[in-house]
């Protein structure tokens, strides 16, 4: 079974700029997560889609960052304009949907952005 | 207080050794507890969920104390391999979402 798709894997560009990172999901997960990872700590969640919906996005930087999952299936995070403090790794994850109960996060290899 | 603590480490063992990391959680209405891996500029992986009666997985042991909102992890006879960092991870009732602790650093050192 394939797993979760990310590119670019690296990304650098300058404060102000633009970027946007993508995520194919593990076919058949119906949920979709970002997670921001700065070094040394633990993955952060920034947004989480069910299908094409958004369930939770309490923690995205919304005058900055924007996510979308068209479809339902990948999905776009976008950083416009980028800061210093934005360099981390970008990590996506999908898990499936089973009534309340809850089932295993798999997570791509991420987007390292690197903000000079 | 945070959401998840863990120990802050980093924790440096000979190979062989028994080494436990220790975390707290502040949500008591937390519903799920696991226990993920982290190689070096890899993502996380599951390593083992932890129950309330305790559970087994080889060479690595996971405990849940509700009562005091704290989870543990030994690992026995560690071997290089279990170089990596340990995250403590926890979902909240009704939620579909985790929440991390920073996690704490192991080497196993030959």
């Known amino acids: 079974e394939a797993g979760v798709a990310q590119s670019p894997r690296y990304k650098i560009i300058e404060k102000r700029q633009s970027v946007a990172f993508w995520c194919n999901p593990i076919s058949g997960h119906a949920t979709l997560y970002w997670y921001q990872q700065i070094l040394g700590q633990g993955p952060k969640l920034l947004i989480q889609?069910?299908?094409?919906?958004?369930?939770?996005d309490s923690q995205l930087p919304k005058d900055r960052f924007s996510a979308e999952r068209l479809k339902g299936v990948d999905s776009t995070l976008k950083i416009q304009p980028a800061k210093l403090e934005d360099s981390a790794v970008y990590l996506c994850?999908?898990?499936?949907?089973?009534?309340?109960?809850?089932?295993?996060?798999?997570f791509g290899p991420g987007t390292r952005l690197t903000v000079l | 207080r945070k959401e998840v603590e863990q120990d802050p480490g980093p924790f440096n063992v000979p190979e062989g050794a028994t080494v436990a990391f220790n975390c707290t959680y502040s949500n008591s209405a937390s519903q799920s507890f696991f226990w993920y891996r982290q190689d070096c500029r890899k993502e996380p992986k599951l390593l083992m969920s932890v129950y309330s009666s305790g559970n087994e997985d080889g060479r690595f042991t996971a405990q849940l104390n509700r009562a005091s909102q704290y989870i543990s992890l030994l690992i026995r006879d560690s071997k290089l391999s279990d170089s990596a960092t340990y995250l403590c991870v926890v979902n909240a009732a009704g939620s579909y979402q985790l929440t991390f602790g920073k996690g704490t650093k192991l080497s196993v050192i030959p």
């Open positions: 994850a999908s898990s499936k949907i089973e009534g309340t109960v809850y089932n295993e996060q798999f």
């Open positions: 889609f069910q299908n094409n919906g958004v369930v939770d």
